[in-house]
């Protein structure tokens, strides 16, 4: 059996015990001896309840029109060193993948990071509101108001998300 869960494959070897089609299809399956997990992402994420600015750049990718360019509030769900989930009370259909997007964030006790591009890879709609899935992109427009910290932004997502996860797995 294998399936997705958190950006992870999870799989793992069992019995079926009791197999059904009818009332409706149900299978009984043994308890795994153990579970196989597999990363899907290139950096570990983590989790984060911290606002996000996000305001459409002016460059895009694709042949998709340029809406408007106002600011967007929005709440940041998780980060890694190459992305980050953002949830926003906007409907669905104000975003496209391959839209770019200019992000303004905090990382709590480094910094506030301005102007960080982020392309649009994943839109969905869930009960809380819409969900937009950004991937980085570090073109050297992006600054970061630092806090004791004297590196890019991109170092500054690096460590900040490595020293987040070491303390999440302990």
């Not at 290139?42 to 459409?56: D, F, M, N, S």
């Not at 992000?103 to 819409?130: K, Y």
Request: charged residues 20%; hydrophobic residues 40%; neutral net charge.
């Amino acid at each position: 059996l294998r399936y997705i869960y958190n950006g992870k494959m999870i799989g793992y070897r069992t019995d079926v015990l009791h197999a059904q089609l009818h009332p409706f299809p149900f299978l009984l399956l043994a308890f795994p001896v153990a579970l196989e997990e597999v990363p899907l992402r290139k950096h570990g994420r983590v989790t984060a309840q911290e606002p996000i600015v996000l305001l459409q750049a002016e460059q895009h990718l694709g042949n998709q029109p340029i809406g408007s360019s106002s600011r967007i509030g929005g709440l940041l769900t998780d980060l890694s060193a190459s992305g980050c989930a953002v949830l926003v009370q906007r409907p669905m259909q104000d975003f496209f993948p391959g839209m770019v997007m200019r992000a303004e964030f905090e990382i709590v006790g480094t910094g506030h990071v301005n102007n960080l591009t982020g392309v649009v890879r994943n839109v969905s709609m869930q009960a809380d509101g819409t969900y937009l899935g950004l991937e980085f992109r570090f073109d050297g427009k992006e600054t970061i108001e630092y806090r004791g910290w004297g590196g890019s932004v991109k170092k500054a997502l690096e460590s900040f998300v490595l020293q987040k996860h070491s303390f999440e797995s302990a």
